[in-house]
């Protein structure tokens, strides 16, 4: 897969979800923490030796709107 949204628990706002999804809207975010590969290799942090996250900190994409 190109990417994927963690959207958890939308609520009221889950038309805004989808209208993004769908290309109506574009977006940009980013990771404000790494995102580790599993919990073995906690804690884990940016710069230390053995640094290899599934996505590391700050990743992220920005999208444009379909025309």
Do not use: C, I
């Amino acid at each position: 897969m190109d990417a994927f949204v963690a959207a958890w628990l939308p609520g009221t706002e889950g038309q805004g979800v989808a209208d993004v999804l769908f290309g109506d809207y574009g977006f940009s975010g980013k990771l404000a923490r790494t995102w580790f590969k599993s919990v073995d290799q906690l804690p884990m942090n940016v710069g230390d030796k053995h640094y290899d996250p599934l996505f590391p900190f700050g990743f992220g994409l920005t999208t444009q709107a379909k025309k």
